[in-house]
Every structure is written in C-alpha cells, then in structure tokens.
C-alpha cells in the first residue's frame, strides 16, 4: 500500500516536497515514481526513480525545476518541486513497479505499474 502526502496550497514561484511511503510489504527490488491528474484532463506521468541507482526520467514539462529521490530504506519516493506554476496544480499520484518489464517500462503507460497511492492535492495559485 502507497501513501502519498505533502500537497497543499502554493504561489506561483514556491516550492513543496511530496512524499509516497510504502506499507504492508517489502520491496525487494522497484521502481516508484509520480503522475499528475488536472481538472478535465488524463493522468500523466512526472517522474520516476528507475531501477539502476541514479536512474531518473522526467517530463519535458517539470525538467529542471522538479526533482525525484527515493530512500531505498523506507521504501519511499520524493518529489522536490520548485519553481511551481499555475499549471502543476493538479493531484499527484506515486506509483510502483516491482520488476523490471522484458523489453523495459513504457513509463507513461498507467496499465504497467503495480499501485498507485492515493494522490495528494497540489494547488499553484497565480
């Protein structure tokens, strides 16, 4: 089980960090990463903390101002971001992916990962 927690109200130009703990199980070897739902809109993907140490993908969109980390410990994902706009504001969900796919993971593709956290609501006011 994933929980996602750290959203809330910012400005434009401000910052929050979210977090996704897993619960209920050990992990022995995943990759966990984030997606974003707007008003009206599909759910996309943010960022991912791949299997290999240092492994991490972005969107075109939050490159350079988002930041992904994890702590293999907890079995937990982050997420720094700065420089928030306007058009972040939506509800972030974490998700997991246990092994690696034959043929590597289509990141955007929702059907191939394992869970999903709750989401947590970010709201970037202009």
């Known amino acids: 089980q994933l929980q996602a927690f750290g959203g809330g109200l910012v400005q434009a130009g401000g910052s929050l960090r979210l977090s996704c703990a897993a619960s209920g199980r050990t992990f022995a070897n995943y990759a966990m990463g984030w997606f974003r739902q707007a008003p009206g809109k599909e759910r996309e993907f943010v960022a991912l903390?791949?299997?290999?140490?240092?492994?991490?993908f972005y969107s075109d969109s939050v490159k350079g101002r988002f930041t992904i980390s994890r702590d293999n410990g907890k079995i937990a994902v982050f997420l720094q971001m700065n420089s928030l706009k306007p058009e972040d504001t939506a509800i972030y969900f974490c998700?997991?992916?246990?092994?690696?796919?034959?043929?590597?993971?289509?990141?955007?593709?929702?059907?191939?990962?394992?869970?999903w956290g709750q989401g947590t609501l970010v709201t970037v006011s202009s």
């Open positions: 903390f791949g299997w290999s140490r240092g492994s991490t």
């Open positions: 998700a997991v992916r246990m092994e690696r796919p034959v043929g590597g993971l289509d990141i955007n593709n929702l059907n191939q990962y394992d869970g």
